[in-house]
């Protein structure tokens, strides 16, 4: 093949020599032979390779921008078989939350459930580019936030490594670029066949892991041809599995002890579980004096002897009602609140981490087609077919005098519920298994180019690539629901139902029992769930389309070499069309989003062009000094036009030190579903985002004082709905948040990037260094805020109540409750990002192998997001945000064996500072009870091991990771996102599997 061809192969941007790279695990490709000398003839051979980070052909070690490189064969010793987990355990991505099967599974994200996307630096994955052999990837991923790379589509098995750009390459490679650029490049000039199997299982039941994957390659005089198909499967992995993961408790201590304080549940003689509470019978009214009671039923027989029938004191016993027949009254007193039901049998059932089954198969290949011309084609298939399964409380409200005579006939003796009179809202809370929901996403990519080299005339020995990509993501997914209407017929009738049909839905109305005890424990008829429950099925499509060309070469030779220029155009397209499942667009879901069709294009044009000035080269203090400049020049239908650029400088002063810099600009036109998306509705706890209740309590205990800022500006009589009063504890129990796209309203994003680094490669020490500071700027940067944050940014305002974020909800004048909040898409004022990457890699030759150390660490110094009503967020150093976060690798390698020891840790975290600064202590008033809460995660490391042996092409590999079974911390679950009590958080992924072994066998032919 020739060198040429072996150019073409590796792409435009990113071709470095793979056996360098794989000998240099996490270190920048500059960093690396810097002692050879670049006038040898041997080298200039070399200098035809490109980087990961320029389009100019140039020597792997003369790039101004750090890049850490990432590879299968560490993967693999790591005991890793996931594109995801290898990109989201990196120091650039693991001290910030990512997303993952888990976490899309858990919350909604953006790509929807089960996908998994990367995040450089915290900034999203929207503004991380993601290539894939140099090319731009189209997105993946179900619902209508899909605009990210989603990395289930290509598997691990298919590729060879990772280079990823630790700086902004807007100017180089387009929008997204703004944190950096992952590009994936695959295993590529093989000739032969591979099989090989994988298996990770942990020692305790849950989150299996099975691979199957085969590749053929075969080189031949004009060409290559490389396929490549995959299977993967992972069981899915729930609460009831771990026993950290099930149970969630209030997790407090005694004041300045490491005593439990939690509220004890008698019947079992541990700290109650306080997950998602069932099975009640709430009543408001006359007959409470204005105080609600609550009705729980005995399903074991048991709770008679740990709780009266009605409280014990006289003078407030005579405001409650006798309980039904089974039911025991679980009021808000201390006994009551003991033994309140709050752990389903169907919460041991819920995911943590989905079943997922994957299909790949990839192909690319090449064919000199004469006179200096390639053909090259690459295609990619990929099927995910992800499933989880979790459970959800619902509701309805009914007026007792109707309802229960109705049921019961009028009168105490029908009716079990008696003593009441009047007028009594009743609600009940029973809680069922139906909230499964899965995605099956197909997924397409083709690309066709032609590129060839230029012989004679003024360009001659320069290259050209002319190629096309298409790109379709076809996802559908379904979802249980709970029928809105069918709900609502059981609420305020005076009569049967039976006869009538529901106004949306259009099913036949049978009349429901919601203080039934089975009906309260899930435990429905067939009848009623089908009145009750359906599933529905939505579709998303994402297509995109680019054509791109490039024309790169020396220009002519200066005294410090040759002048290397690249210039070329990108024209682009992207469309989305999600269209939800009937019963969301009808807005007759109970409880969840109602949404219409997001549906719109973008269309992208760019032209570029980058330059290597060789400044000088064997001077004094400078043995060479380089300069690059890129810009770029886009113009978008939504978004205007922009132009962005970048200038790097590498400084080598000699063998051992070199310095490199670099400071561009950043355009990101906001994605589809940020412009486009259309109004979504939710519903939200009126507790989870309203800071102004219980403000007398918390001055009481200390929690706040009446000076602080939330005090000050939720009881002003000027604030929103007229203030409220320091007694108030709440009004209804949701308010409405509707979500939405910012089409003409919506910025385009600006952002500025600068790396500064040292590179130490002290002669004849086997030993590289090197350190890079960081600093991100985002100007105008698209976000959703959250209802909470919306509600905190304006009570906390400096400015309040003048403040425009103030306008983004309205609270009642009259309940004092939040209705409404506006959550879409705007500008915010930025975000700043600031650290620093240490990289650290050491060999040495004895008797008995070869001993490589190597190192990587992130300390991240700022990561401050500022709204346009200057109220500031630094979420660094809080759960989820470490500041700190790094690994140490050990590798021996003698003969055939190869042993690995592994050791990735996350530094502490503490959200106690954030806290305070939002006018709270971290302490919580437990039955009168002043207890501690534990805000805080401690450090934690995961230790992995393995050895691997080859011989006649087989290569046989086993090991443990998370050798030491090391749990995710435990944090209390009123001031951190817990799966029982351990922190739920993407840097814990490995934690949540506990230990496990893995093997793989391959076989080569």
């Known amino acids: 093949m020739s060198a040429r061809r072996l150019r073409g192969s590796s792409s435009l941007a990113g071709g470095t020599l793979a056996a360098v790279l794989l000998l240099v695990p996490g270190l920048a490709v500059a960093q690396a032979q810097s002692s050879q000398d670049p006038e040898d003839d041997e080298a200039t051979e070399v200098e035809e390779l490109v980087v990961t980070g320029s389009r100019i052909p140039q020597n792997e070690f003369t790039s101004p921008s750090p890049i850490q490189v990432l590879t299968t064969d560490r993967a693999q010793q790591r005991g890793i078989s996931d594109t995801a987990q290898l990109l989201q355990s990196s120091t650039l991505a693991a001290g910030s939350p990512q997303v993952n099967a888990a976490i899309s599974t858990a919350f909604v994200t953006d790509g929807g459930p089960g996908a998994s996307t990367i995040s450089l630096r915290g900034l999203g994955a929207n503004r991380t580019l993601v290539l894939l052999n140099g090319r731009r990837a189209g997105p993946a991923g179900t619902r209508g936030g899909v605009s990210a790379f989603d990395l289930n589509v290509i598997p691990q098995s298919s590729i060879d490594r990772i280079d990823v750009l630790k ?135 048991n709770l008679g002897n740990f709780i009266p029938t009605r409280p ?115 609600s009940a809370t029973p809680i069922t298994d139906h909230f499964d929901s899965e995605q099956i996403v197909d997924y397409a990519r083709v690309v066709l180019g032609l590129r060839g080299d230029i012989g004679g005339g003024f360009l001659d020995g320069w290259s050209w690539d002319i190629y096309g990509q298409y790109s379709r993501s076809d996802g559908d997914y379904s979802q249980d629901v709970i029928l809105q209407d069918a709900v609502d017929s059981t609420s305020f009738k005076t009569s049967s139902c039976v006869g009538t049909n529901l106004p949306v839905s259009g099913r036949p109305c049978i009349d429901v029992d919601f203080t039934d005890p089975d009906f309260l424990a899930g435990r429905l008829t067939q009848a009623e769930r089908d009145f009750l429950f359906d599933n529905e099925t939505g579709n998303t499509l994402y297509e995109q389309t680019y054509v791109e060309g490039s024309l790169a070469g020396n220009l002519f030779e200066l005294p410090a070499g040759p002048l290397g220029l690249a210039v070329g155009f990108h024209l682009r397209k992207d469309e989305i069309n999600d269209t939800p499942g009937e019963i969301t667009l009808a807005n007759n879901s109970w409880g969840l989003s109602g949404a219409g069709i997001t549906a719109g294009d973008e269309e992208t044009k760019e032209v570029f062009a980058e330059a290597a000035i060789p400044l000088l080269v064997n001077a004094p203090f400078a043995r060479s000094l380089d300069l690059s400049l890129s810009g770029r020049y886009t113009d978008t239908k939504t978004s205007g036009d922009a132009s962005t650029y970048k200038i790097g400088l590498n400084w080598a002063i000699n063998d051992a030190v070199r310095f490199r810099a670099t400071h561009g600009t950043s355009f990101r036109a906001p994605a589809l579903f940020e412009l486009y998306l259309a109004d979504q509705t939710s519903f939200i706890a009126q507790r989870s985002i309203d800071p102004c209740l219980n403000l007398a309590t918390r001055v009481a205990d200390g929690q706040i004082s009446v000076t602080d800022p939330i005090y000050v500006n939720c009881t002003n009589p000027a604030g929103p709905g007229g203030g409220v009063s320091p007694t108030f504890t709440g009004g209804v129990v949701t308010a409405t948040v509707v979500t939405g796209g910012g089409l003409g309203v919506l910025e385009p994003e600006t952002s500025k990037s600068t790396v500064i680094g040292v590179v130490l490669t002290p002669p004849d020490s086997n030993l590289s260094l090197a350190i890079d500071y960081f600093d991100i700027e985002i100007n105008d940067e698209v976000a959703v805020l959250g209802a909470a944050g919306i509600l905190q940014a304006c009570y906390l305002s400096e400015n309040f109540p003048a403040d425009p974020i103030c306008n983004q909800f309205d609270r009642n004048p009259t309940s004092r409750s939040i209705d409404e909040v506006r959550d879409s898409y705007i500008n915010i004022s930025q975000q700043n990002n600031r650290g620093l990457d240490f990289t650290a890699r050491w060999f040495g030759d004895y008797g008995w192998g070869t001993l490589t150390l190597d190192s990587q660490t992130t300390w991240t110094l700022e990561d401050v997001t500022a709204t346009f009503a200057d109220f500031t967020t630094d979420p660094r150093g809080n759960i989820g945000n470490p500041e700190l976060v790094g690994n140490i690798n050990a590798t021996v390698s003698r003969g055939p064996w190869t042993a690995f020891w592994g050791f990735d840790w996350i530094g502490k975290q503490d959200n106690t500072a954030d806290i305070i600064r939002l006018g709270g202590t971290p302490t919580q008033l437990i039955d009168g009870r002043l207890t501690e809460q534990k805000a805080s995660a401690e450090f934690t490391g995961f230790h992995s091991v393995s050895l691997a042996y080859e011989f006649e092409g087989w290569t046989l590999s086993g090991g443990v990771a998370n050798l030491f079974d090391e749990r995710a911390p435990a944090a209390s679950s009123a001031r951190a996102s817990v799966q029982g009590n351990s922190v739920f958080a993407s840097q814990y992924t490995e934690a949540y599997y506990g230990r496990r072994g893995f093997v793989r066998f391959s076989k080569s032919f």
């Open 312 to 426: 014990t004191n006289p003078a407030v016993s005579a405001q409650y009602p006798n309980a039904p027949a089974g039911f025991y009254l679980v009021n808000y007193d201390i006994p009551s609140r003991a033994v309140t039901n709050n752990l389903s049998e169907y919460a041991y059932d819920a995911t943590i981490i989905p079943e997922i089954e994957r299909y790949t198969v990839f192909v690319d290949g090449a064919y000199e087609l004469g006179g200096g011309v390639e053909a090259y084609a690459e295609l990619l298939l990929n099927r995910r077919e992800s499933r989880t399964d979790s459970y959800r409380q619902f509701w309805n409200y009914t007026y007792t005098n109707d309802f229960l005579d109705f049921y019961y006939g009028p009168g105490a003796g029908g009716d079990p519920l008696t003593g009441f009179s009047g007028l009594n809202l009743l």
């Open 167 to 301: 700086d902004g390459a807007s100017s180089i490679y387009g929008s997204d670029a703004v944190a950096g650029v992952v590009n994936l490049i695959t295993q590529r000039s093989r000739d032969g066949a591979e099989f090989s199997t994988y298996a990770s299982v942990p020692f305790e039941q849950g989150g299996e892991q099975y691979n199957i994957s085969g590749t053929f390659g075969k080189s031949f005089d004009r060409g290559y041809l490389n396929v490549s198909a995959d299977y993967y499967r992972q069981e899915a992995l729930r609460a009831g599995d771990r026993e950290d993961l099930i149970c969630t408790n209030q997790f407090v201590f005694e004041p300045g002890t490491r005593t439990r304080a939690d509220r004890i549940d008698p019947r079992t003689g541990q700290p109650q579980c306080t997950d998602l509470s069932w099975g009640q019978i709430y009543v408001y009214g006359p007959d409470f004096s204005g105080r609600a009671g609550r009705f729980q039923f005995d399903y074991d027989g």
